[in-house]
């Protein structure tokens, strides 16, 4: 491994249904397991869920918490949005195209899990507007 690895920890109510949308549903590969945590490997990034006894609630809006991947092959963004609609995951926003005709243009949708964690995943048309395109000052949707 050459590159860094992102690591996010986030809190579940429930292992086994952590598996169910994590690992069968998206698709990570499931690491280490412990009755209170779960470590998920999502393409090739170390996620770990925690089971917590706090009450988890939705998010009234996706702002301003959430996670999730930024693919640099639309081919691969549209395999997952595929393989989520074939599982049955729950789409928290349907998949969208924003900022058409700008160099910010990009294809997203986000999906939440049982426990309200909510995920995005994107493909940008450009890809200087990952982290570039500083002029614009256009992020996300308004709340």
């Known amino acids: 491994m050459n590159q860094p690895i992102f690591h996010l920890a986030f809190p579940v109510a429930d292992i086994p249904q952590t598996k169910a949308f994590y690992v069968d549903g998206l698709g990570c590969i499931p690491g280490r397991e412990s009755p209170h945590a779960l470590i998920l490997n999502l393409y090739g990034h170390q996620l770990v869920a925690h089971v917590t006894e706090d009450t988890l609630t939705p998010q009234k809006a996706i702002y301003p918490r959430h996670f999730g991947l930024i693919f640099t092959q639309e081919a691969d963004w549209q395999e997952l949005l595929e393989r989520a609609k074939s599982k049955h995951l729950k789409f928290r926003e349907e998949p969208k195209y924003r900022f058409a005709n700008s ?41």
């Open 103 to 143: 160099l910010l243009e990009h294809d997203t949708f986000f999906l939440e899990d049982p426990f309200y964690n909510l995920m995005e995943f994107k493909y940008y048309r450009y890809p200087e507007a990952i982290f570039g395109n500083a002029e614009y000052t256009a992020i996300g949707d308004r709340i």
